[in-house]
T-cell receptor, first 112, second 117 residues
Framework: GNSVTQMEGPVTLSEEAFLTINCTYTATGYPSLFWYVQYPGEGLQLLLKATKADDKGSNKGFEATYRKETTSFHLEKGSVQVSDSAVYFCALILTGGFKTIFGAGTRLFVKA | EADIYQTPRYLVIGTGKKITLECSQTMGHDKMYWYQQDPGMELHLIHYSYGVNSTEKGDLSSESTVSRIRTEHFPLTLESARPSHTSQYLC????????????????FGQGTRLTVV
């Protein structure tokens, strides 16, 4: 079936370290791909998205590239800050679909 | 910023009480969703709606019910709350992109944290 798999957390980094959170998906067709972020006590916010192969989504220093050949959408940031501490969800919407399929979430802790 | 609102943000209530969690959006979106989020963070879709007068059960069975009488409003009701209903409940909405067949990303409210004692 259709699904999203992301790396288990928690991920703990020091400030200014490089971040990668891996995400792979299983889906028919060409889904749209998303990264959401959830700060403590809040709902989810869209961080970035990509709607077709080789698209790169970017926002607030975060980037992810839609790789059709490896069915991946890994999240990266060159230099994390304490304020990036949150839970990150990879997600997809199937072509012609509307429901979002979420990964299990990865918690990120950034130490000063 | 997304215009989707949930009330209350926090609710502590006794076992057996009836509760309604409110969700409203001002974006005119046709689709709305309720998710239950467990302490391990995973999101479970419990209800969704295609539009007015449409309600469907999600992937995770829930004792709650929903209604969609107006486009902007999608309340969730528990007739008799139990401690097992303690959780974070997130409401979301989405819509079609213009005249295309693609749907937008989901926009989320801030959530209601429910504790049943």
């Amino acid at each position: 079936g259709n699904s999203v798999t992301q790396m288990e957390g928690p991920v703990t980094l020091s400030e200014e370290a490089f971040l990668t959170i891996n995400c792979t998906y299983t889906a028919t067709g060409y889904p749209s791909l998303f990264w959401y972020v959830q700060y403590p006590g809040e709902g989810l916010q869209l961080l970035l998205k990509a709607t077709k192969a080789d698209d790169k989504g970017s926002n607030k220093g975060f980037e992810a590239t839609y790789r059709k050949e490896t069915t991946s959408f890994h999240l990266e940031k060159g230099s994390v800050q304490v304020s990036d501490s949150a839970v990150y969800f990879c997600a997809l919407i199937l072509t012609g679909g509307f429901k979002t399929i979420f990964g299990a979430g990865t918690r990120l802790f950034v130490k000063a | 910023e997304a215009d989707i609102y949930q009330t209350p943000r926090y609710l502590v209530i006794g076992t057996g009480k009836k509760i309604t969690l409110e969700c409203s959006q001002t974006m005119g979106h046709d689709k709305m969703y309720w998710y239950q989020q467990d302490p391990g963070m995973e999101l479970h879709l419990i209800h969704y709606s295609y539009g007015v007068n449409s309600t469907e059960k999600g992937d995770l069975s829930s004792e709650s019910t929903v209604s969609r009488i107006r486009t902007e409003h999608f309340p969730l009701t528990l007739e008799s709350a139990r401690p097992s209903h303690t959780s974070q409940y997130l409401c979301a909405s989405s819509d079609r992109q213009g005249f295309s067949s693609m749907n937008t990303e989901a926009f989320f409210g801030q959530g209601t944290r429910l504790t049943v004692v």
